[in-house]
Nanobody, 115 residues
Framework: QVQLVESGGGSVQSGRSLRLSCAAS????????MCWYRQAPGKERELVAR???????HYVDSVKGRFAISRDNVKNTVYLQMSSLKPEDTAVYYC?????????WGQGTQVTVSS
């Protein structure tokens, strides 16, 4: 069965760091662009970061310079390194894999940033 399982979320203070992991199974993640989305309470789900099959990263403006997406094709895993966290980063973070033929979603992991 195809699965994306996020981990690494938690509760931290402003200015601290977290690293999220997304472990893929049942498919080869290297054949997909991998993305991190987030959804805060009462807000629309937004794309935070994307990494292409070639390893090129893209970020929403609000996280540029603070977040870094990376992938390990051997481990079939994608990461989101988050630094200088702000309360407005509080959300459920979702892992997404997509290409022209299929799209998969993880269940999400909660990130809470307190001031």
């Amino acid at each position: 069965q195809v699965q994306l399982v996020e981990s690494g979320g938690g509760s931290v203070q402003s200015g601290r760091s977290l690293r999220l992991s997304c472990a893929a199974s049942g498919f080869t993640a290297s054949r997909y662009a991998m993305c991190w989305y987030r959804q805060a309470p009462g807000k629309e789900r937004e794309l935070v970061a994307r990494i292409s099959t070639g390893g090129w990263p893209h970020y929403v403006d609000s996280v540029k310079g603070r977040f870094a997406i990376s992938r390990d094709n051997v481990k079939n895993t994608v990461y989101l390194q988050m630094s200088s966290l702000k309360p407005e980063d509080t959300a459920v973070y979702y892992c997404n894999a997509n290409n022209a033929y299929a799209e998969y979603w993880g269940q999400g992991t909660q990130v809470t940033v307190s001031s």
